[in-house]
DNA sequence: ACGAAAAATGATTGCGCAACCATTTTGACT
DNA sequence: AGTCAAAATGGTTGCGCAATCATTTTTCGT
């Protein structure tokens, strides 16, 4: 065989029809034992793979779904794909990924990219999809997963966690510990990244006393370097009265604690940090970080599963699923 | 509209043929402005997206790439994803993506899943795989690419650099730093961690004075965590005598440090500690970690490259390309 | 041992598209 | 205007598979 072998090559080989062989690739049940044993030692001997075009097209079923994230390179998402990748696998699902870099309308191609696949279902990162997305989604007529967060108009299904309410009660959690005058410093300003900052905000309206804040933001993209040049920009901004840090996610984190440490601040003496996502690296810096958690895994593979239990099925109004989140307090505040 | 719209409504919409339609979606420079104008407002008013499975299934042609990594949890890894993202989008390739967990058995079944897809080429971790897995590359007769490491007998084309030479070279750096004897702690022990820890052991049997050395390995994965366990583990069986720890990635050697400092151990007064891959967060600790720098990112745009200048022409025999590593040596050291 | 039902197997057909070849239209030149 | 080449457009067909329906074989009860 020197041309890649096909089902009717297979079939000669085993001396069945073609139509045999593609039964025991699908569902050897209906084969009986001993054309099943002949099928199986010709694809062996043949090197036979099913060609997915030619299947998705016959049964107009791809065994594919669709995801997109905002980020590659940012680790969060890594745990999220972690949970949708073994949970597609044991169900013959292939994943085709999609990073958007944070853009609408890069997701907008991406979605009319990935939606060309034919996929049984797709997840996508947040709720800002654009108007033609959206159209495009609702014309495909598959299943949606809206990941991350919560949204009131959700495309079809909706997974997350409030990071409103969770900005606030990190916030809250400052307040308690008696910092006063606390900051914010965030990068990127994603939909997330600015409802944590909502909800710091709403925390110090909410405090029965009146408190000074400050606010260090930038569009660039988050890493732990820019961490350590926001906590600078609010040291100055504030005058060294910011006796507090809340970052928007743990790589600033960790950045601001290092550089806190070269500034010889004592953390959480003179200046208190903590962070967001609950990294492994802020539960073993000295002193430990404060975070907060969320089951990044499990949204992953909760939301294949919940493609799966819908495919095919009619649209039914599924209320968003909140998986909630944790304050991890630890040494640092 | 009420079904998904296929190139034959389109094209009734538009007062054309079906194939012109085709023929504006793929190269529109083949059809007059008039009609192609025409055209694409019928597509956007259509919502209409092309069926990828007849696409393929007609053109032979899948525009569709395929990437195997032995794990998503490795950033090191998402790093030369996202070269590989970077560069297979603006030459309209979809990424198929596999996660075999180290291993080989896994990957040789993905490979078989993936080659279904028709890939124009694929991207392989390492050199380790089963036989079976390259009696199915070469029939399926597409570019292939080994990442990371270089071998001697390459599938097809190869990229990556030398982990016995970097795993020597940082041995010697530390020998010529002035630590007579140092540890090596592994983790997950595959090809590439074995090929460091050689390199460690073989630099130390050129050291023209013989040095004892120490070595603590587990299988388990990779973290912080286990780094802190596992410097503890080869201060145990050194008995304090232990004077530098090579790691064999940067999660391991930032676990160390942060394990050395609660050990109240400075470093590198008392341990020197390495690590390997150079993570942002090693330059970003106090003190800041020496390790090894590779261009990870570019290793993933050149293997798609790569494989896009061999698309459709017959193999012929490349050279491994080796793009190197460079110690980067700091204050830990 | 016979017939009916069930299980196993096979033949035909179409999925949606692009390759291929045929035809029509346009444009350049005499 | 007439001719011819080039550009633009269209019709037919097959890619490889699985759905559907048709046929054959096996199984089981009596």
Redesign the pocket.
């Known amino acids: 065989m020197s041309r890649k072998p096909?089902?009717?090559d297979v079939a000669k080989v085993a001396g069945?029809?073609?139509?045999?062989v593609?039964?025991v690739?699908?569902d050897p049940t209906?084969?009986?034992d001993?054309?099943r044993n002949k099928v199986e030692q010709a694809v062996r001997e043949t090197g036979y793979i099913?060609?997915h075009a030619?299947?998705a097209?016959?049964?107009?079923?791809s065994g594919v779904i669709a995801v997109i994230i905002p980020s590659l390179s940012n680790i969060v998402f890594n745990e999220v794909l972690q949970g949708i990748y073994q949970t597609a696998r044991p169900n013959n699902l292939q994943v085709v990924l999609g990073d958007c870099h944070y853009s609408p309308l890069e997701e907008e191609k991406l979605i009319a990219t990935l939606l060309g696949q034919s996929p049984e279902g797709i997840i996508l990162t947040g709720a800002a999809q654009t108007d033609y997305a959206r159209k495009l989604l609702e014309r495909a007529d598959i299943p949606v997963v809206q990941l991350m967060e919560l949204t009131d108009q959700p495309i079809d299904m909706n997974i997350g966690f409030s990071h409103f309410h969770a900005g606030y009660d990190m916030t809250k959690h400052l307040l308690q510990r008696g910092y006063r005058t606390p900051g914010f410093i965030g990068a990127r300003m994603d939909p997330r990244t600015q409802q944590r900052l909502a909800g710091f905000r709403q925390a110090l309206a909410d405090w029965p006393q009146p408190c000074q804040s400050f606010v260090q933001t930038t569009t660039q993209p988050s890493s732990a370097r820019l961490g350590g040049q926001l906590l600078q920009a609010l040291i100055a901004e504030s005058a060294g009265k910011c006796d507090a840090v809340f970052c928007c996610n743990d790589d600033l984190a960790l950045g601001a604690l290092f550089e806190a440490q070269k500034m010889n601040l004592a953390v959480p003496g003179d200046i208190a940090i903590c962070g967001f996502n609950d990294l492994e690296s802020s539960s073993l810096v000295n002193p430990s970080i404060t975070s907060v958690a969320s089951a990044r895994f499990d949204m992953g593979k909760q939301a294949v599963e919940m493609l799966l239990a819908a495919a095919g099925k009619p649209r039914k109004s599924i209320a968003p699923i909140d998986v909630g989140y944790q304050i991890i307090a630890r040494r640092s505040t």
């Not at 069945?16 to 045999?20: D, E, L, N, R």
């Not at 097209?57 to 079923?61: D, F, K, T």
């Open positions: 096909n089902l009717k069945v029809s073609a139509i045999t593609s039964r690739l699908t209906k084969v009986s001993k054309l099913r060609n030619a299947s097209l016959a049964s107009s079923r």
